[in-house]
């Protein structure tokens, strides 16, 4: 099946910088790529996602990036905010399955 | 807004007693999955449906688990006897398609004693 491995578990950024966080999957097959917000005791809610015929996808401070040769896709926040403060999750659907993959999450800190 | 509802919010019970746990997906959706989420790990897919059928269950554990969409609308999650190591967050979620976004109802908060 789907291996998805994501990194890193834990970001401690200052307010207003960057945030990268990257997972990396194993199946070429695999078509769409959604990352999602999970505050504490809360539902995980989608923030962005990306289908395998786009390398890039903007929603104001948020981007993802894929690269499908290295499969592997990035998840950018910018001008980091102390409300962006949660654990973030991408998952991996294959395309010929559909079955969803999680990664193991990413705890964000933003320290204002 | 259309959200996923579950019910119950919380639920504790003691070992080797009988739980069920309940999801009314949002209206139209057709895929719908079942999700169990340990407190730091991502949610992981114990079953999925499209309409009233299983596309997946391979990590369901069938000895003590079931789950069922009879007529492809609402679905039920059980566990029989429930064990401590149950003890997680169950999700449901719902979704157009199979490759369509994912929409969370607010979980079940298991707790097994």
């Known amino acids: 099946g789907e291996n998805v491995e994501q990194h890193p578990s834990t970001l401690s950024v200052q307010e207003g910088d960057s945030a990268v966080i990257k997972c990396t999957y194993s199946?070429?097959?695999?078509?769409?790529f959604p990352w999602y917000k999970q505050e504490l005791g809360k539902r995980p809610q989608l923030i962005i996602d990306i289908r395998s015929n786009v390398g890039e996808k903007k929603d104001q401070r948020i981007a993802v990036t894929l690269n499908k040769t290295a499969k592997h896709f990035s998840l950018h926040i910018t001008e980091t905010q102390p409300e962006d403060s949660a654990v973030y999750f991408c998952?991996?659907?294959?395309?010929?399955?559909?079955?969803?993959?999680f990664g193991r999450g990413t705890s964000l800190i933003v320290h204002p | 807004e259309a959200e996923v509802a579950q019910s119950p919010r919380y639920k504790i019970t003691e070992k080797s007693q009988a739980v069920a746990f309940w999801c009314d997906p949002i209206?139209?959706?057709?895929?719908l999955y079942w999700y169990r989420q340990i407190l730091g790990q991502g949610p992981e897919l114990l079953v999925q449906?499209?309409?009233?059928?299983?596309?997946?269950d391979s990590q369901l554990p069938k000895d003590r688990f079931s789950a069922e969409r009879l007529k492809g609308v609402d679905s039920t999650l059980k566990i029989q006897p429930a064990e401590l190591g149950d003890s997680a967050m169950y999700l449901c979620?719902?979704?157009?398609?199979?490759?369509?976004?994912?929409?969370f109802g607010p979980g079940t908060r298991l707790t097994v004693l």
């Open positions: 449906f499209q309409d009233e059928s299983v596309v997946d």
């Open positions: 998952a991996v659907v294959s395309g010929g399955s559909y079955i969803p993959t």
């Open positions: 209206s139209g959706h057709a895929t």
């Open positions: 199946d070429s097959a695999s078509n769409y």
């Open positions: 979620a719902s979704s157009l398609a199979g490759v369509d976004t994912q929409y």
